[in-house]
């Protein structure tokens, strides 16, 4: 049996914390999901600083979901440390946001985002969109070694 995978969710809304909690519960996949609430928790999760700075507290992510209307610090300039990383470039990050503009899709991929996807309105689009995100990047794609 496989281990589970480390997901890490950056989403400050608490509904849509809530929305794709519930759709990774659905899928019984078994995943571990972290959730950062803004852009410097997430580094500090990344960084495995702070309050995250003691052994075990901060699994390195398998993929990260990540909003980019983030407090503290945006998605774009967490992408951003985390792709000039070198412990860390190699974790896919799926952006998973409202915006629709041309001109986040393309900073996001210009900074590295390896996915872009629209966050659905209706709960159970959101739920289909987590499992086959699941099925793309967890079971279908080769993930770097941990």
Known sequence: MRKPFEILLVEDNPADVEITL????RSRSGNHVAVCRDGEEALDF????????????????????????LPRKSGIEILMQIKT?????????VVLTTSDRDDDVRRSYQYGANSYLTKPVQFDDCVKLIADIQQYWLELSKLPPR
Do not use: H, M, T, Y
């Open 85 to 93: 990383e070198p412990a860390l470039k190699d974790i896919p990050i």
């Open 46 to 69: 990344l960084f495995q600083r702070g309050r995250f700075a003691k052994a075990g507290s901060a699994p390195r992510p398998d993929l990260v979901l990540l909003d980019l209307n």
């Open 22 to 25: 519930e759709a990774f519960r």
